[in-house]
């Protein structure tokens, strides 16, 4: 038995175990394995671990403080299998950066010297680089907050995540292919699709050509990520972000599908109009429909969305002072592309919350660098 101090953050509306990088590796044990075991991945309700048994419960973050320059602290994220013993290391997650800052303000890998603090992060999967600015009153680090974000009612501490120039932090480029049209082989055919690379590589298709509006609920929606899912490997595969013998991901690229504003309503039953937004949009989580939207989805969406070409360009049109208003699940979900000096491509912000839950031992079942 590995005994292993973490922190759970949730972190927008994501619920992140923090670890720090050097009580990892003191364990002796693979990163791979610690988290398989911690998180009981292998059974699908992840009861005998720390994991929540969603995509956006079983989660972790392994954080240090950086000695590169312009970095206080670089972190990787690690998106744990349920009911699969696999971890995936190929993405980012802006809701679980957000938890990686209010970790820093807390644990002492920042100075806080005014009453804001701004971490700068670097993600270590994807090189994305990104900052987390917190309110710091009488220079001390925030318990309570009163921000929410859409998927949740709860308060936290609120966080406006920056994402610096993040067009092409896997491939190199916005668009990987060179072309802001692609078209793919789906399941019932030739389908056209926007292939970018901002925040995180995203696949993006129209609604329509699922015979969908784009504003269906989560269970109407589950309907066709199975064609998603397989569209999302030949997606993966026209990126270069895998070869043919490679072993499929589930977490890259995003996936998911978009559509012109249309009156609907949340999860939670809260009535949303044609004009509250600009673009409705459905990801996909892994496996299943995401909840909201993730960040670095939210990010790709705004680059796409100001590209002209793109589906999200043809549907949303041109955005005002870079705003962009996404009807998700949840609710509406704004991000803003600020534009960046020297050639960098705009940096995108969005508000968040963020708090903390827990901070406890771990007791890890793990024998001889397998989980028992």
């Not at 974000?149 to 936290?156: F, I």
């Not at 690379?197 to 504003?215: I, M, N, R, Y």
């Amino acid at each position: 038995m590995l005994r292993l101090q973490g922190e759970m953050i949730r972190g927008g509306t994501s619920k992140c175990w923090i670890f720090d990088h050097h009580d990892v590796v003191a364990t002796g044990v693979d990163a791979d394995t610690l988290l398989l075991a911690a998180y009981n991945a292998a059974d699908p309700r992840q009861i005998d671990g720390v994991g929540g048994a969603s995509s956006t419960t079983s989660k972790a973050a392994i954080v240090r403080r950086s000695a590169e320059p312009g970095i206080d602290v670089e972190y990787a994220f690690a998106q744990v299998g349920i009911g699969d013993e696999h971890v995936e290391w190929a993405s980012n997650c802006g809701n679980c950066a957000t938890a990686v800052a209010l970790y820093a303000v807390h644990n002492g890998l920042v100075p806080i010297t005014s009453d804001s603090t701004t971490v700068r992060m670097l993600n270590v999967n994807t090189g994305a680089r990104l900052t987390g600015t917190i309110p710091t009153p009488g220079r001390t680090a925030p318990e309570e907050g009163t921000a929410v974000v859409p998927g949740t009612a709860a308060l936290g501490v609120p966080v406006l995540l920056g994402f610096l120039d993040p067009a092409g932090s896997t491939t190199g480029r916005a668009l990987p292919t060179g072309r802001s049209l692609d078209t793919l082989s789906g399941p019932a055919g030739p389908i056209e699709a926007s292939l970018v690379d901002a925040g995180a590589p995203a696949a993006l298709f129209e609604a329509k050509a699922f015979g969908l509006q784009g504003t269906e609920s989560l269970a109407e929606f589950a309907a066709v990520v199975p064609a998603l899912t397989v569209l999302r490997r030949q997606a993966a595969l026209a990126m270069g972000l895998a070869k043919e013998n490679d072993p499929v991901s589930h977490a890259v690229p995003k996936v998911g599908v978009l559509a012109r504003p249309a009156a609907y309503r949340t999860t939670d039953g809260t009535p949303v109009g044609p004009d509250e937004y600009d673009l409705a949009v459905r990801m996909v989580s892994m496996h299943a429909p995401h909840p909201a939207i993730g960040l670095t989805s939210a990010v790709a969406l705004a680059t796409a969305a100001a590209t002209p070409g793109t589906l999200a360009h043809r549907v949303a049109g041109q955005t005002a002072d870079g705003t962009l208003r996404l009807g998700t699940p949840a609710g509406v979900v704004t991000a803003q592309a600020v534009p960046a000096a020297d050639s960098a491509s705009p940096t995108v912000l969005l508000h968040r919350a963020a708090r903390r839950i827990a901070r406890a031992e771990l007791l890890v079942p793990v024998l001889e660098g397998r989980p028992a």
